[in-house]
């Protein structure tokens, strides 16, 4: 079965950059659809970028659009995360996810499929 194991997080300080990776174990995952989400303490898990499986099309929520990157990487199927200027309240565990079919809505966590078990991020002011 796809599995998939997210590394890169750690602590930074305001206003700082961190690279999050997403590797899939299995060799059919980077044909789907791969997603980031994060999720605070106490608070709803939700949707950060998106990319498809062939990386032609990238989609990001509002309050990352011009700060973070979602991209595909070559030989090994991985998908990163660049973050950057990033900001206290964005201090969360981050989730890699796959999207196996075709949905209306990139940001509901619903509509994927298989989570990786998260890699945390601290921001601090």
């Known amino acids: 079965q796809v599995q998939l194991l997210e590394s890169g997080g750690g602590s930074v300080q305001d206003g700082g950059s961190l690279k999050l990776s997403c590797a899939p174990v299995g060799p059919t995952a980077a044909d789907y659809d791969m997603g980031w989400f994060r999720q605070a303490p106490g608070k709803e898990r939700e949707f950060v970028a998106a990319?498809?499986?062939?990386?032609?099309?990238?989609v990001y929520a509002d309050s990352v659009k011009g700060r973070f990157t979602i991209s595909r990487g070559n030989a090994k199927n991985s998908v990163f995360l660049q973050m950057t200027s990033l900001k206290a309240e964005e201090t969360a565990i981050y989730y890699c996810a796959i999207r196996r079919y075709i949905s209306d809505s990139w940001f509901n966590l619903r509509h994927y499929d298989y989570w990786g078990p998260g890699t945390r991020v601290t921001v601090s002011s």
């Open positions: 990319i498809t499986g062939a990386g032609t099309l990238e």
